[in-house]
């Protein structure tokens, strides 16, 4: 089993920054994607940021530029580093992890971000 636990929302004003956490914990390896989704109010969940284990990123066009996804191997933690926020960007951030074998699909709770304008 994978636990996640993100951290870090709030509200924000437009232009600023924040940062999520994502603790994982459980059976982990280091080989997992991990990445961050979102849900906006009344909209379908959607993809934000994945990291590879060896580092390689891919984004969302809405938030290329804007926002990285580094990540800890060490301590098996993934952040979102989220800059020049938008009031579009208020939504649900959820963390998740993916293997593919076997296959793992895990998310966090979700943690929340409001951009006020």
């Known amino acids: 089993q994978v636990q996640l636990v993100e951290s870090g929302g709030g509200l924000v004003q437009a232009g600023g920054s924040l940062r999520f956490s994502c603790a994982a914990s459980g059976s982990i390896r280091r080989s997992d994607t991990m990445g961050w989704y979102r849900q906006a109010p009344g909209k379908q969940r959607e993809f934000v940021a994945v990291?590879?284990?060896?580092?390689?990123?891919n984004y969302a066009y809405s938030v290329k530029g804007r926002f990285i996804i580094p990540r800890d191997n060490s301590k098996n933690w993934v952040y979102l580093q989220m800059d020049s926020l938008e009031p579009a960007d208020t939504a649900a951030y959820y963390c998740?992890?993916?293997?593919?074998?076997?296959?793992?699909?895990?998310w966090g709770q979700g943690t929340e971000v409001t951009v006020s304008s």
């Open positions: 990291i590879s284990d060896g580092g390689n990123t």
């Open positions: 998740s992890l993916k293997r593919a074998t076997p296959r793992v699909d895990s």
